[in-house]
């Protein structure tokens, strides 16, 4: 019950945030109990499932500071599936405030407890750096996603990232585990996509996701409408990937 996953990569513009609020929609359209958490102070993700960042009164920073409850801070949208502890740019602040207190890379996971148990599956959607707040993801989390862009240099900083989960795993969480690579953006018709893909195969194995998300222009128009693609357009490529997605990620989870 209420696992948590982190949808992490240090690069941006990967298809993390894509990824957690379709994922996670996808996973509610199959009936079950999720919690998207944005850990961005972009707050893209917030925005992305109809959160108003201007409207937020108490936000994932509140929470990982430990001013306010996990619960206080949930919300679920009009109209949403599922439900969203959303971020603004407050969050910004908790990168150099995490470094004066207890237990900063504790702060998600303790704060996540009491909250836990109301979900099955709780994503964490994370800033495009190794940072304080990404930390505190791995630590809180069971299992990563890792979106990968299948360009030239897709594969340049995975090494540092697994490195880092590596080491959280053998010192903090020992439950960690990478659930799965995601191809995400993906053209078919490039060679060099083909080419990108085929090496994270060889070297990654199962740990690659056999769902691929290709490049489809319904999920990139969908956040303009605060709604994940799966309301937007369902006939999409873009939804049926994410649900294919969803399916394969129950599967592994199971
Ligand atoms: N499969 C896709 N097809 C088309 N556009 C996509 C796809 N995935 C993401 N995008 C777009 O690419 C940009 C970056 O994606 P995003 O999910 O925000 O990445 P990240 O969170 O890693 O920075 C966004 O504008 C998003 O709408
Ligand atoms: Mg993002």
Redesign the pocket.
Known sequence: MGNIFAVT?Q?????????TVNLAASLAESGKKVLLIDL?PQG?ASTGCGVDKATIEISSYDVIMAKAKAADAIVRPEGATFDVMPTNSDLTAAEVELLDVNLREHRLRLALESSREKYDYIFI?CP?SLSMLTINALVAAKGVVI?IQCEYYALEGLSSLLKTIERIKQRTNPALEVTGLLR??FDARNNLANQVSRQLITHFEKKVFHSI?????R??EA?SHGIPVINYDRSSR?SIAYMALASEFMRREK
């Open positions: 990569n690069k941006g513009g990967v298809g993390k945030t894509t990824t961005d893209n959607d495009p979106p995400t953006m998300i290709p490049r489809n222009v999920l990139a956040p873009g």
